[in-house]
């Protein structure tokens, strides 16, 4: 993975934005433990990245419409509200609050059967 990074640093483009490069050498050190996942569960973490940003943007939004808050209940209510319609909607694609995804472990070394998976 750091390999793209040592070819970036021999490209023109590294003298003119010394600062890029910095910046992508210490963001990938929050990016190794993902990539250190297998497939199967790099795809779960970031579905799951996917429906809190999904929730993160509903709630922006309907704080948004509704501008200043006359009290803390107020402001609770409409976040709650926010809240139940992100989980409506990640029901309507399949993402519900608590779902289960099932992910196939198997053992180092071990091939591919025909048996139930193991969760």
Do not use: K
Not at 103 to 109: D, S, Y
């Amino acid at each position: 993975m750091r390999a793209p990074l040592r070819r970036l640093a021999d490209n023109p483009w590294v003298i003119r934005y010394p600062a890029v490069v910095e910046r992508w050498r210490a963001l990938l050190g929050e990016l190794e433990p993902l990539f250190a996942l297998p497939a199967r569960l790099r795809g779960v973490v970031l579905l799951g990245d996917a429906a809190a940003h999904r929730v993160q943007l509903a709630l922006g939004r309907a704080l948004a419409r509704h501008g200043p808050f006359a009290d803390e209940p107020a402001a609770v209510a409409c976040v709650g509200q926010g809240l139940l319609q992100a989980e409506r909607n990640l029901q309507a694609r399949g993402l519900e609050a608590g779902s289960r995804v099932a992910i196939r472990v198997r053992p180092a070394g071990a091939r591919r059967t025909s048996a139930a998976p193991v969760v």
